[in-house]
């Protein structure tokens, strides 16, 4: 009885989801048609909410063909100024952020915030002017030095020599330590830097406090498969803590849609809890690394997008971080 209760919320769940996905989709921004010869093709946006703006990245890896649009992207117009959420996976899909942007208003962007250190997050930085405060976390500085260069490195074929050329490791100039309020004018953006190490060792949130939307960044998966690259058990302590941010709606760091919070959280949870059980069950029965990573996680393959592509490694890291607790 309960396995089907727990089967009709999360079908009713994704019932909501969808009906709130075709509602949002009626009001998409047609910003694709550029105004002048020449002039930048603008990301389709979404209204989420009034003053706060989504771009939906395809959930896929990054290629060439798509230049690094897989994240989701957030825009927060205030009385008196922008706020930019993560800029995209190459300057490229900066630039075309950016013309969104212009093609909503004319404010000017004060704050560019990166989420978290990835590169299809923070790639597209460079696209915007040089008086744009960017703000992070403040673990964000040291991840970006430590892996700046291997991003550089190791997403040259994955997204073209060309396109890498272009792209500029920019660290922030405003830290956020614990929580930090940014007014771009009669709203307010409450920015949260999460601790311990989950997703990464530098997650931040934001959270328009005018309309309870919440830009999660990869702390908030929905379609496409978590990515552990922090900690699993940091990431699983932390879930509580975060589904008490009192937020309405989330925009995902990855899937193409909007979701009621903060019951988003209850499949990214499962999954993170059936590989941290599969992974301990493994481990007491001794079974080696190899064979482990073929096991754990397996029951959630087909609940997910490009499970096959992460699952793998987050088996791997699983391992590594529970074998010795």
Known sequence: MEQGAQIKQRSKLHGAARQLLLSLTLATIATGVAQSAGAVDPLPVVAVADGDYAHFGEVAMTSPANQGDIANLGIIVGRDSVAVVDTGGSVEVGRRLLAAIHALTRKPVRYLINTHDHPDHIFGNAAFDSTVT????QNLPAALA?????YLRSYRDALGAPAIAEVRIIPPSLLVADETVLDLGDRRLRLKAWSPAAHTDCDLTVLDDATGVLFAGDLVFMQHVPVVDGS???????LPRLAQQPARLVVPGHGRLVAAWPQALQDEQRYLEVL????RRL?????????????????????WTLFDEYNTRNATTAFGELEWE
């Not at 430590?146 to 291997?150: E, M, Q, V």
């Not at 690394?289 to 996680?297: D, E, K, R, S, T």
Request: net charge positive; hydrophobic share 45%; charged share 20%.
């Open 146 to 150: 430590k892996r700046g260069a291997y």
């Open 232 to 238: 699993l058990k940091g990431w699983l302590s932390m």
């Open 276 to 279: 941290a059980a599969d992974t």
């Open 134 to 137: 960017i703000v992070g976390h």
């Open 283 to 303: 481990l007491a029965a001794g079974v080696p690394l190899q064979n482990a990573v073929q096991q754990i996680g397996r029951s959630e393959a087909r609940r």
